[in-house]
């Protein structure tokens, strides 16, 4: 699990040096993650489909497809990996953003 959180934690420094460390507001994060979900969920649903084949090749016993079938869903799992990857580090922004928010009310409050 330390391994995703490098991951997920460069993703977060990557996009952060384009993109900024925070979020507007939490509208825009909401809108950000809603998206990425969007996109995650699309990649595991291609994933499905392409599992799906799969198993008609198999059914089938048709060893000439098997292999051919299963690159569609292998390369959808490797984007789904990307996209959850891209969604979690979205939902650490807004956590990160939120905390960011309340400092920035607190200190303004003290002024």
Excluded at 13 to 35: F, L, T
Aim: proline share 2%; glycine share 2%; with cysteine.
């Amino acid at each position: 699990m330390r391994e995703v959180y490098t991951i997920v934690a460069n993703e977060y420094m990557r996009s952060s040096a384009e993109w900024g460390p925070y979020y507007n507001s939490s509208h825009e994060a909401i809108g950000v993650i809603s998206e990425e979900l969007e996109e995650v969920v699309e990649a595991l649903n291609n994933t499905k489909e392409g599992l799906q084949e799969y198993w008609k090749a198999i059914r089938a016993d048709d060893a000439s497809t098997k292999c051919t079938v299963l690159i569609k869903p292998m390369q959808s799992a490797y984007e789904l990996v990307a996209e959850a990857t891209q969604l979690t580090n979205t939902i650490r922004k807004a956590f990160i953003s939120e905390i960011h928010m309340v400092d920035k009310d607190v200190s303004a409050t003290k002024e």
